[in-house]
């Protein structure tokens, strides 16, 4: 009988931790100044998290003043998982962004790692996060 106890309450417990979990809050920041994300264009981002659901990533934000079908600034978002997971959370997607300075307009993946301290997850998307890959003309460049 002593045996059938521990295995009884193992779940119990485990399912004790779990709820009694501190929340992890995500937060993803946009600090892009040499291009422009069309609202128009069907961006999405979400939020990979191993073991559970990925999140949605909603962008919003007031229109450009010079270009009203993109965003002139994406504010940030915030998402709470009921806890840190165990493993590595990542922003994925796509970005259909125009470049200022270029004036050309592309799709740009996202896949970048989100880092978690203590309770709370930060990332912040850059221009440079948004470049497209370095391609060589010459292979074995």
Do not use: K
Not at 19 to 34: I, K, N
């Amino acid at each position: 009988m002593r045996a059938l106890l521990p295995r009884l309450l193992a779940p119990l417990l485990l399912s004790a931790g779990v709820a009694g979990a501190t929340p992890l809050t995500v937060e993803v920041r946009f600090d892009l100044r040499g291009a422009l994300v069309n609202r128009e264009a069907p961006s999405a981002l979400t939020l990979h998290v191993p073991g559970g659901a990925s999140q949605p990533v909603r962008l919003r934000g007031p229109a450009s003043a010079t270009h009203p079908e993109s965003f002139g600034l994406l504010l940030p978002v915030r998402l709470t998982l009921p806890a840190a997971p165990a493993g590595e959370l990542r922003l994925r997607g796509a970005l259909f962004v125009c470049g200022l300075r270029e004036r050309v307009c592309r799709r740009a993946e996202l896949n970048l790692p989100v880092p978690v301290t203590g309770s709370v997850a930060r990332v912040t998307v850059t221009d440079a996060d948004l470049a497209p890959p370095r391609r060589s003309l010459w292979p074995g460049r």
